[in-house]
């Protein structure tokens, strides 16, 4: 209590997240419809000394933020479904090279160009395979300005604490819309400053030797320490090697340090979940319409709940089922064909029972479509 | 100090094939760094992908090998993080011109201080010798059996058109002019723009009967003339060697530090 109090649209309430974490250096490219996180940074960034770069095209986008995060900058680009698809080959790279950064897509309706001002949730499996080869990824989402703003610090958090590039899919309604944001006083939520190495110069540094914790320290680019950094498998001193060994151990590295820590980085909440006899799942503004549709059947005696994904990779599976164990139905509730529906089947004990409420016409789904289709999912008829 | 003591001998031999022009050109940076009195903490080095990417593993700067094409927008980021940083980026031709195309001719109009060397061998050498976008016309490669129609690029004027503040062209035969034109470069204050024609006897050589690495090289030296000379005048085939431009303006990080101090004024 005691922050400041704004009244705000998500985008903002994202750039304002991005600077209490401690963003330092942006760079981007106009697209709808995130432009307005670019924009307020052009504004906010130099005020304190941060760098703001609008490029060329979004692939360099991606990699100046990477660059720049080379050197210890806090780093964040913000785009939409079309520049994110550009953006892939970069993310590859800041997997491959663990290097911390933070990629904003405001989703819009796609494939293609698609709908440039209309909002869909169809980059949920995009961000998690869109980049090619095995990779882990962590991809975070939210439904309402407040945790927006605190779901942007818990990324870049994330992103130092597991060198990570780290996804935020918001979408045009979260984006667009104007809510509430109360900004919390400096020191209310934690940040995770770089881990850097304590070796003294001269001594041989080992960029890419994990510690038994799995947490690889770092030394900024322009540092004392002197080492390669490369998209390629590479060995301890970051340089390039196929060695099978080498290969095996990067992969598994950059596989388990994000699978092995699902419980540290699942973030939801949930709403009468306790005894729901029909269960929703849902994320991001589909979500409002959700708790919407909870909240309202709750009061006449229905036994609805909410369990609403604020982490969508590493999927929770584990925390899916335990909700879902003693729901009769558990319905789905998202803006596209069904992409974490899929997650959800795999994740339950019984998929049989996992229907999908969706919408993807480029309008935000309402709580009464949700419950039109709840009652055919029940057998009531609407 | 010596050469020598810029390059990581942990990571030797190279992967260059046998006359390949690019460990001329490093030797050539090297001595270029060394005369300027660089240290090595303070030298960042921006690569691509290909053969003339990879010189950024051996040599023992803070070294970054990117993806093809992007040295350029990393090294942006990196310079605009660090601008007390000197920052070099060797690409390969079609790295720095084909799929980089789009960052080469911004990072020009930026002119953000950095300095970019094309290691134009007129080939794709990792992937086996298929045309790039300055192999040029009636060319041969691995994916030009019946000959290449392409039309090449020529480096130094779209560089200059794009904005470099400096431009500049040598190549490995020229060993002296080459160490003199990087060290330039690397002092110019502003986005210098150095091609360096390298020779790949193992496929642009083979493809265009070029015979030897040596036969290559001699062809730089009797294909070539200093800009402006009167070789030039009296056969125009020539290319020229040189620097072609060399011009002060606002350079990129000093300008963003005027944004910074317009936002903070009165703060």
Not at chain 1, 51 to 77: H, P, R, V, W, Y
Not at chain 2, 78 to 101: F, H, N, Q, W, Y
Request: hydrophobic share 40%; net charge neutral.
């Amino acid at each position: 209590m005691g922050g400041q109090l704004k009244f705000v649209q998500g985008n903002e309430a994202c750039v304002e997240g991005a600077l209490y974490a401690g963003l330092g250096f942006f760079a981007g490219y106009p697209i709808t419809p995130s432009t307005e996180i670019a924009e307020l940074l052009s504004a906010r960034l130099p005020e304190r000394r941060g760098i703001f770069m609008q490029m060329e095209d979004e692939i360099a986008s991606i990699c100046a933020i990477i660059g720049a995060s080379l050197t210890g900058n806090k780093s964040m680009t913000a785009t939409s479904g079309p520049g994110f698809s550009l953006m892939q080959e970069g993310l590859g790279f800041a997997v491959m090279a663990e290097i911390p950064c933070v990629i904003v897509d405001v989703q819009r309706g796609g494939p293609s160009t698609g709908l440039a001002t209309k909002l869909s949730q169809g980059d949920v499996n995009q961000a998690r395979w869109g980049t090619h080869g095995d990779h882990a990824i962590i991809a975070l989402t939210a439904s309402n300005h407040q945790d927006v703003f605190s779901i942007t610090v818990d990324a870049f958090n994330f992103a130092e604490t597991y060198r990570t590039p780290v996804i935020l899919l918001f979408d045009e309604v979260l984006g667009h819309m104007r809510e509430r944001l109360e900004i919390p006083l400096p020191g209310k939520l934690p940040l995770v400053e770089r881990l850097k190495t304590s070796l003294p110069e001269g001594v041989d540094y080992h960029p890419y030797l994990p510690r038994e914790d799995g947490r690889l320290p770092m030394s900024d680019f322009g540092g004392i320490h002197r080492y390669n950094v490369t998209g390629l498998f590479h060995d301890m001193w970051g340089f390039p090697s196929e060695d099978p060994k080498v290969v095996y151990g990067l992969m598994r590295h950059l596989t388990d340090k994000i699978e092995h820590h699902v419980d540290d980085l699942t973030r939801y909440r949930e709403y009468y979940t306790e005894d729901a006899e029909t269960l929703l799942i849902s994320y991001g503004s589909s979500a409002r319409s959700a708790l919407h549709v909870v909240m309202n059947r709750r009061q006449r005696g229905e036994r609805l709940g909410l369990l609403e994904l604020q982490t969508l990779w590493p999927f929770p599976s584990a925390l899916v089922r335990e909700k879902a164990k003693n729901a009769r139905y558990v319905v789905v509730v998202e803006m596209n064909m069904g992409q974490v529906l899929q997650s959800v089947k795999s994740a339950v004990e019984r998929p049989d029972k996992v229907s999908l409420a969706n919408q993807v016409d480029g309008t935000l789904i309402t709580p009464t479509t949700i419950l039109n289709i709840l009652r055919i999912i029940q057998g009531r008829g609407v | 100090m010596g050469a020598k003591e810029y390059i990581r001998e942990r990571f030797f031999p190279h992967l260059w094939c046998p006359g390949c022009g690019h460990g001329i050109v490093m030797n050539g940076l090297l001595h270029a760094v060394e005369n300027i009195g660089l240290k090595k903490n303070d030298i960042v080095m921006v690569s691509g992908i290909g053969c003339s990417s990879r010189i950024s593993g051996y040599l023992d700067f803070h070294t970054l090998h990117t993806i093809h094409g992007r040295a350029l927008a990393f090294a942006a980021g990196v310079k605009m993080s660090r601008p007390e940083l000197t920052l070099l980026a060797p690409m390969g031709d079609g790295d720095a011109l084909s799929i980089g195309g789009n960052h080469f001719i911004h990072a020009c109009r930026r002119n953000i201080d950095m300095t970019a060397i094309v290691m134009n061998n007129r080939v794709y050498g990792m992937t086996g010798g298929q045309y790039s976008p300055l192999s040029g016309y009636g060319t041969y490669a691995t994916t030009a059996p019946y000959m290449n129609i392409d039309p090449d690029f020529d480096v130094v004027s779209m560089a200059t058109a794009a904005g470099a503040t400096f431009v500049a062209r040598s190549t490995t035969y020229h060993i002296k002019q080459l160490t003199d034109i990087l060290e330039a470069a690397i002092l110019h204050r502003g986005f210098s723009v150095v091609e360096i024609m390298s020779q790949c006897p193992t496929y642009f050589g083979r493809k265009n009967k070029g015979g030897s690495a040596s036969d290559m090289m001699e062809k730089f030296k009797t294909r070539t003339a200093p800009l402006g000379s009167k070789e030039k005048q009296e056969d125009p085939s020539l290319i020229e060697r040189g620097i072609f431009v060399n011009r002060e303006a606002p350079e990129y990080c000093q300008e963003y530090q005027h944004v910074i101090e317009r936002a903070t004024r009165g703060k």
